[in-house]
C-alpha cells in the first residue's frame, strides 16, 4: 500500500488499480488477490473488490457521513 495514500484528511477514501484488481485502500482489513475474503465481483475482466468500510454507499450517495 501507497504511504501517500494514508491518512488523507477529509472524507477521501482512495482506491488502487494493481493488474486486473481494484482495491480499497487503507481498508479495515486487507485484501488478497486470491481467495479474498470481500469474495470480489469479476466484471470485463476486472476483479473489483468490496471495501470493509463500507466506502461504496457514500460514493453511491446511498449513505451520507453522521
Known amino acids: ?39 470480489p465481483d469479476e466484471d470485463d475482466g476486472l476483479i473489483i473488490h468490496r471495501s470493509l468500510d463500507g466506502r461504496e454507499l457514500y460514493e453511491d450517495g446511498l449513505k451520507e457521513p453522521s
Open 1 to 39: 500500500m501507497d504511504s501517500d495514500l494514508r491518512d488523507q484528511p477529509g472524507d477521501y477514501m482512495p482506491w488502487k488499480v494493481f493488474g486486473n484488481h481494484i482495491c480499497p485502500v487503507n481498508d479495515l482489513r486487507e485484501h488478497l488477490p486470491r481467495d479474498c475474503w470481500c469474495h
